[in-house]
């Protein structure tokens, strides 16, 4: 087996190695391969590699890690942690030891930029999977055998509306609209102040050429308290909830993550915001609509979402 680093060369292969595995549920397309390793500032190039069998010049599976790389100068994040982005191997290599020198080509990558824990999947940004797509127990006892341990149950959720357009909210002194592209600047400031977490993707989103339509917010006596991503096609970044759009007739909308200023909560607003992405989605003609790697099934479960995909969190937390 020789082992390469990954570059454009490989993505076709990759992408056929994907769908022979995952194809059914999570059919896979050239552009996000490309987007979440080839385009990604965090990806980490000397813990990403294809294994190829160099009697069949087959990809027999690959591997790729990240951590935090990117230079900005608005955003600082935990150098300490990284992330396997995909560990993927053939059907026809497993148990043949491929799966485990690849995870270790990884680790000992990320182990020599001073990562002190791993999680699987659940990437900062441009991740694929927040875990182990269930059910997979083989894989998920193989993990474990290898000191990754469980971490929590995460789900996709998915609706299907009818041709009648979903209503718009009504909320007394609160109104819900499309961000504006003008307004980046105070959108970036509001979350800063309000949800950090997520100012590195918003940041992400104008550098990509957003122009706002990705982002409902909601607004009271003129300013933005709250906000809620949708995504479908024209997104700027393919988003995850919109990854298998392939698996849909006609196309598939994407909603989250969201958040309400914590001095607004307590009024209904969270609800509110996401019936407001419903009916904007469902103007664009979009019928299909998922939300992804949620704890919250009830919250959403209010407007109709069912549970559609499961995934299994793991963390491996190294002794240096």
């Not at 991740?127 to 474990?144: I, Q, Y």
């Not at 958040?259 to 904007?280: C, F, K, M």
């Amino acid at each position: 087996m020789r082992y390469e680093p990954i570059t454009a060369l490989h993505i076709g292969e990759i992408k056929m190695i994907w769908n022979e595995v995952w194809g059914d549920r999570f059919p896979m397309r050239e552009r996000i391969l490309e987007q979440n390793m080839l385009e990604d500032p965090n990806l980490l190039r000397s813990g990403a590699w294809v294994a190829r069998d160099e009697a069949t010049g087959r990809v027999a599976g690959y591997v790729a890690a990240k951590m935090w790389l990117d230079e900005v100068a608005e955003v600082s994040y935990n150098a300490s942690l990284g992330w396997i982005h995909m560990l993927l191997v053939a059907p026809s290599y497993r148990e043949r030891v491929v799966g485990s020198r690849l995870l270790a080509m990884a680790e000992e990558a990320l182990r020599k930029q001073g990562v002190k824990e791993i999680q699987l999947g659940k990437d900062l940004h441009r991740r694929v999977f927040p875990g182990v797509p269930e059910p997979d127990l083989k894989t998920e006892a193989w993990l474990e055998r290898r000191g990754y341990a469980r971490e929590s149950r995460v789900v996709d959720l998915y609706r299907h509306f009818q041709e009648d357009l979903a209503a718009l909210p009504r909320v007394e002194g609160v109104s819900f609209r499309m961000l504006q592209d003008e307004e980046a600047s105070t959108f970036n400031r509001f979350m800063q102040r309000c949800f950090p977490q997520w100012l590195y993707q918003t940041l992400s989103y104008w550098q990509q050429g957003g122009s706002g339509r990705e982002f409902v917010v909601a607004e009271k006596d003129g300013e933005i308290i709250g906000f809620c991503r949708i995504n479908d096609a024209q997104a700027p970044l393919l988003a995850q909830n919109v990854y298998w759009a392939p698996l849909f007739p006609g196309e598939l909308g994407g909603i989250g993550p969201l958040g309400i200023d914590e001095t607004y909560r307590g009024h209904g607003y969270g609800l509110a915001i996401v019936q407001a992405a419903v009916h904007l989605l469902h103007a664009r003609g979009i019928r299909h609509m998922v939300i992804d790697t949620t704890p919250y099934v009830d919250f959403y479960g209010k407007l109709g979402f069912k549970t559609w995909r499961s995934y299994m969190t793991f963390r491996k937390r190294e002794r240096m």
